[in-house]
């Protein structure tokens, strides 16, 4: 999701106070928005815009705490919100108790395997004693087949009893891989801020029922943020991945404020209604992304604020050096 950021030194625009002559800066950008444009270079109005986080609930229920406000600014893995975990609790306690079954499950085959091993050597004894009576001829041949069936009978019995085992082993694991499953849901109950960033929107108050994947707040990652531009094909076709840009924004023409093309499009577009006038609008254009430095946005995080409109600018000439006007100037 995208929305527009970064007010950039608004506060410190405004030491400037009313009334003051012209100064370079609006020199300068009066004389590119007039086309009479340096030799090399090209402008376009734009937006500065951020990336934005929806953090939402993976599980539906009642949202019980939201615990930061519109503004705040929260770190990655703080909590924002928790959902009802009582159901969830419940269920691991159950499923705690199935895993004590299991196991008490596995020492009942286990001693199930100590007796048909035990009756296993009695028949097998026993086996053997009639076989020697039979070959003396103190024993008939069906004292000696019944003997060798109970052995048979035997061995089965102990055969029985390992599957038993084994069955109460996986049992086990069933139990404890459903009480695993059960924290992670418990865990996840408690919605945590994947990035750093500030609260955008708040989307849900306590005592709400949401669905499954609904969004709780809106967070503003102020660490990409970026200005899109609409140039047509010729200034976009000498353009460098990477190259540098320069950014004015409206509030703030004082400052310079560097930035990097991250992305040219390689389609062509009709220029969006919000950027240029209807005429402007007719005609096919391409969009550049000018990325501002993640350390300078570090830098100056208290200022990123919504909805600041500037005018980029990049060199169509990768060799031409930037006007003395378009030097980069910040804020000490």
Not at 281 to 287: C, E, G, K, M, P
Not at 318 to 329: G, H, N, S, T, Y
Request: glycine content about 6%; proline content about 5%.
């Amino acid at each position: 999701m995208k929305a527009p950021v970064l007010a950039a030194l608004v506060a410190l625009a405004a030491l400037a106070g009313p009334g003051l002559a012209e100064t370079p800066f609006d020199a300068l950008i009066a004389r590119f928005k007039g086309g009479d444009t340096y030799a090399g270079f090209a402008s376009s109005n734009g937006r500065i815009e951020a990336q934005t986080v929806a953090v939402a609930t993976k599980y539906a229920g009642r949202v019980t705490e939201v615990l930061v406000a519109e503004g705040d600014l929260v770190e990655a893995g703080a909590v924002v919100a928790r959902m009802d975990d009582r159901d969830a609790k419940a269920q691991i306690v159950g499923a705690k108790a199935a895993v004590l079954r299991a196991r008490a499950a596995l020492q009942l085959a286990e001693a199930g395997v100590m007796q048909a091993q035990s009756a296993l050597d009695v028949a097998r004894t026993t086996q053997a004693r009639v076989a020697k009576l039979n070959a003396d001829g103190h024993a008939a041949q069906s004292v000696l087949d019944d003997a060798t069936n109970a052995l048979t009978s035997a061995e089965a019995a102990l055969a029985m009893a390992q599957a038993q085992v084994a069955d109460a082993r996986a049992l086990i694991e069933v139990s404890e891989a459903t009480v695993a499953q059960l924290d992670v849901m418990l865990e996840d109950l408690t919605i945590r801020a994947p990035i750093r960033g500030r609260v955008l929107y708040r989307l849900r108050e306590p005592g709400e029922v949401v669905a499954g994947g609904a969004p709780i707040v809106t967070l503003l990652d102020m660490t990409d943020v970026w200005m899109n531009l609409y140039l047509p094909a010729d200034a976009v076709g000498p353009l460098i991945l990477n190259d540098e840009a320069r950014l004015i924004l409206d509030p703030a023409s004082q400052f310079v404020i560097p930035a990097r093309v991250t992305f040219i499009s390689p389609e062509a577009q009709f220029t969006p209604h919000s950027v240029e006038t209807e005429t402007e609008r007719q005609d096919l254009v391409f969009r550049v992304k000018l990325s501002i430095p993640r350390d300078l946005l570090v830098t100056f995080e208290k200022y990123v604020k919504a909805g600041v409109r500037g005018i980029g600018f990049v060199r169509t000439d990768p060799a031409a050096d930037w006007p003395a006007e378009l030097a980069v100037k910040l804020p000490d």
